[in-house]
């Protein structure tokens, strides 16, 4: 059994702006996301959807990402 490819997808958005996670993605270990983002741009970019909504019509499936503070004592 492989272990889950697990991807975070940020856009980093204007130059100045810290990245925006668009979404948390399990991605097949064989796709190449540089190909991938070279299609979705070639195919029109943000014009046709979010990276991520491609990705998850290439066969990625979403993946819930939850974050645990640890209490101060």
């Given amino acids: 059994?492989?272990?889950?490819?697990?991807?975070?997808?940020?856009?980093?958005g204007h130059m100045f702006d810290s990245p925006i996670v668009q979404g948390y993605l399990e991605v097949p270990q064989s796709m190449d996301l540089m190909a991938e983002v070279k299609a979705w741009?070639?195919?029109?970019?943000?014009?046709?959807?979010?990276f991520t909504n491609y990705l998850l019509a290439r066969g990625a499936k979403?993946?819930?990402?939850?974050?645990?503070?640890?209490p101060y004592m």
């Avoid at 492989?2 to 856009?11: E, K, M, N, Q, W």
């Avoid at 741009?41 to 979010?50: I, K, L, Q, R, V």
């Avoid at 979403?62 to 640890?70: A, C, D, L, N």
């Fill in 41 to 50: 741009f070639a195919a029109g970019g943000d014009s046709n959807g979010t």
């Fill in 62 to 70: 979403p993946y819930k990402m939850e974050t645990f503070v640890i």
């Fill in 1 to 12: 059994m492989s272990c889950p490819r697990l991807v975070a997808i940020t856009d980093p």
